[in-house]
C-alpha cells in the first residue's frame, strides 16, 4: 500500500513510484507488484496476466497501465477479503491476503440511515435528538426538523413526498419514548429506496430478515401493530405494500443495523459489505465511523491470509450469558465461537464467581462456572473442590450486584471503591461486574482538567490508577483486543498515571523515572493508534489528539526525535 500523498486520479502517474507499480484511487490506494505470481485474466485486455492488485490480492493485470485503466471500475470492489458461502453460516467474508495492523479493511457508505425504531423526536434531515418547542416543521409535509436546511436532506425527500400524497402534514403532538411516528421512518425509508434508488434497494433486499425466525415472537408482533398495521392506515397506502413485505424491511433493520453514536440519541444504518461480516464475542475487527456516516472496519492486530473477518454484535465486555441472551433476542441466533464454547473465557474467568462466597469459613480459592458448559442456568461447580452451587444462588447474588451497580455513582470514588470491596466476596477479579467498575475507577482517580487533578492524588491513589489500568488492559487483551475505544482511552489513562509518576521521580530523584517515562511514551503512542480512526464527534477523537500532542512533549524530554 502506498501513501495518501502518492495517489492519483484516473490517467496521472504516481510520482517515486517505481516502472512495476501504480498507486490509484483513494482509501484503497493498491500497488501492483512487479513480482510475477499464478495469474488470470486482465480485464482491461482479457489476454493472461500474472501482476496481481495488492489491495485486494483478487484482481490481476498485465500491466501498470491497465490497472489504471481498470482502476475506476475496480476500486468499488478492491478489499482485501472475499464473500463467501455456507448452509450454517450464510454469507461471510474470508481475508485474501494477509492484513497488517492497522490497515483499513473496508471503509463503507450506507445503503440507509434514520431514526432507531425506539426513539424520541429527532430531525428526520441530520437525526439529531429535538427539544419540546423548540424545532421547526419541514414546510411541505410537517416532519420536524432542528433547522430550515435539514427539510431538504436527500435521506428526507421520500418520506416528504410520500407525505405529501396522503394528503395532510405529519403533527407532532408530544414528546414521550418510544415516539409512534418514529417506529416507522427508518423501514419507510427502505420501502421507498425500490422507486428513488433501486440499485441500493437491490442490495438491501438481498440482506437477511430471518423472516421465519422472528415470526411469531413478542418483537415481530409489536413491529406487525406498531409499523406494518401503521404505515398503510398513516400515509393511507394500503395496496402499496403487503405485510409480509414490510416486515421483512423490518426484520432486515433489526438484523443488519448498526448503531451511529455520533447523534443524540444514536441512529441506525445499513451497510452492504459490512452486514457480511460474521459475529465473534472475541472479533478480528475494530469498528468506527467518519462524520460522513461511512462505516470503518480496521485491524487492530494482523490478521492472516484465509482467516474469516469478524465484528462483536454485542457487547464484549457482558458476560457470557448475557451476550448470549442479547444475541438470541436481537440476531436470532446462539453464538458458538471460541469464547462462548470456553466457561473460562481464555483463562480470565470474566463470569466466574468464587467458592468461598457461597461457603461459610471456607479457604477454597476455587472459583464457580457452569457444570454444564453449554448450559449457564444449571448448577455451578467449584474448579477446584467440585462442589455443586445451585444455580438460584448464583442469580441472587448476580441480581444484587447488577441492581447495586446500576444504583452507584461511577464518577464517585467511593461509591467504586466500596463495591468492589463488598463484591469482592463472591465475584471473581475479573467478573465483568467488578472490571466495568473498575474501568470507571480507572478513569475517575486523578481525572480532571490535565495535568493539575492528578497531581494533586496521593502516591497512594497513583499506583492504583496504574495498577488497574495495566491490569485491564492486560485482560482486553486477552477477551477483546479489537475492542479498540477501550483499550485506547484505558492506554491514555496509564500514560497519564506513568507520566505523573516520573514527574514525581524527577522530584525525588527516583532512579526509574526514565523507565516511567518510556512506559508513559509507548502507552501514549498506542493511544493513538487505537483510537485515530475515531471521528471528532466523539469523545475518543480529542483523547487520541491529546496523545498525540503529549507523545511529542515526551520524545522532546527523553531526548528522542519526534514522532
Known amino acids: 500500500m502506498v501513501s495518501e500523498t502518492t495517489k492519483t486520479t484516473e490517467g496521472s502517474s504516481a510520482a517515486g513510484q517505481s516502472s512495476g507499480s501504480v498507486a490509484t484511487g483513494g482509501a484503497n490506494d493498491v500497488v501492483v507488484g512487479s513480482k510475477e505470481v499464478p495469474g488470470g485474466i486482465c480485464p482491461v485486455c482479457n489476454q493472461p496476466a500474472k501482476k496481481r492488485c495488492s489491495g485486494c490480492s483478487s484482481a490481476y493485470y498485465c500491466s501498470v497501465d491497465h490497472q489504471r485503466q481498470d482502476w475506476k471500475h475496480h476500486k468499488n470492489v ?91 402534514k405529519m403533527s407532532l403532538q408530544h414528546f414521550y419514548v418510544p415516539h409512534p411516528g418514529y417506529q416507522c421512518v427508518t423501514a419507510l425509508r427502505c420501502l421507498l429506496m425500490a422507486q428513488y434508488e433501486p440499485t441500493k434497494w437491490q442490495a438491501l433486499s438481498k440482506l437477511e430478515s ?36 414490510i416486515l421483512k424491511v423490518v426484520g432486515i433493520l433489526q438484523v443488519n443495523g448498526h448503531e451511529i453514536p455520533l447523534t443524540e440519541p444514536p441512529s441506525v444504518a445499513v451497510y452492504n459489505n459490512a452486514s457480511m461480516i460474521e459475529h465473534s464475542c472475541r472479533p478480528n475487527l475494530s469498528k468506527s465511523f467518519t462524520s460522513k456516516k461511512e462505516i470503518v472496519f480496521w485491524a487492530p492486530s494482523a490478521i492472516k491470509k484465509g482467516e474469516r473477518l469478524s465484528i462483536c454484535y454485542t457487547d464484549v465486555l457482558w458476560g457470557t450469558p448475557s451476550r448470549m441472551e442479547h444475541l438470541q433476542q436481537t440476531k436470532l441466533f446462539r453464538c458458538s465461537c471460541a469464547r462462548c464454547l470456553d466457561p473460562t473465557e481464555f483463562g480470565t474467568y470474566f463470569s466466574a464467581l468464587k467458592c468461598s462466597g457461597f461457603k461459610k469459613d471456607s479457604d477454597c480459592n476455587g472459583l464457580l462456572l457452569p457444570e454444564n458448559a453449554s448450559n449457564w442456568f444449571g448448577s455451578w ?73 492528578i497531581q494533586k492524588i496521593s502516591d497512594e491513589k497513583l499506583m492504583t490508577k496504574i495498577k488497574y489500568c495495566q491490569d485491564l488492559i492486560g485482560l482486553f487483551e486477552k477477551i477483546c483486543p479489537a475492542e479498540a475505544r477501550v483499550i485506547g482511552a484505558t492506554r491514555f489513562e496509564l500514560h497519564a498515571a506513568l507520566a505523573e509518576f516520573g514527574r514525581r521521580g524527577v522530584e525525588s530523584k527516583n532512579p526509574a523515572v526514565r523507565s516511567a517515562m518510556e512506559d508513559s511514551l509507548f502507552n501514549a503512542k498506542e493511544c493513538v493508534r487505537m483510537l485515530s480512526h475515531e471521528p471528532s464527534e466523539l469523545p475518543e477523537s480529542k483523547i487520541c489528539e491529546q496523545a498525540r500532542i503529549n507523545v511529542d512533549s515526551i520524545n522532546v524530554l527523553l531526548g528522542l526525535k519526534e514522532g
Open 210 to 245: 430471518h423472516d421465519e425466525q422472528r415470526r411469531g415472537t413478542e418483537q415481530w408482533r409489536n413491529d406487525r401493530t406498531f409499523v406494518a398495521s401503521f404505515i398503510p392506515r398513516f400515509f393511507k397506502c394500503e395496496n402499496k405494500w403487503t405485510e409480509d413485505e
Open 381 to 453: 461447580i467449584c474448579n477446584k473442590c467440585r462442589s455443586l452451587v445451585d444455580v438460584k444462588e448464583i442469580s441472587n447474588i448476580m441480581d444484587r450486584a447488577r441492581v447495586d451497580q446500576k444504583a452507584m455513582q461511577k464518577s464517585n470514588e467511593e461509591h467504586c471503591s466500596k463495591y468492589i470491596a463488598h463484591y469482592s466476596r463472591w465475584l471473581a477479579p475479573n467478573h465483568h461486574f467488578i472490571v466495568d467498575v473498575k474501568l470507571s475507577f480507572s478513569q475517575i482517580i486523578g481525572g480532571g482538567p490535565p495535568p493539575e487533578a
Open 78 to 168: 478492491c478489499h482485501p477479503f472475499k464473500i463467501c458461502s455456507d448452509e450454517r453460516y450464510g454469507r461471510y467474508l474470508v481475508a485474501t491476503k494477509d492484513i497488517k495492523a492497522g490497515e483499513v479493511v473496508l471503509k463503507e457508505s450506507p445503503l440507509v440511515q434514520g431514526p432507531a425504531q425506539i426513539t424520541g423526536p429527532v430531525c428526520v434531515g441530520c437525526l439529531e435528538g429535538l427539544k419540546e418547542n423548540q424545532f421547526l416543521e419541514c414546510e411541505r409535509c410537517g416532519w420536524p426538523v432542528c433547522k430550515r436546511e435539514c427539510q431538504n436532506n436527500p435521506s428526507h425527500l421520500p418520506e416528504c413526498k410520500f407525505t405529501i400524497a396522503r394528503g395532510s
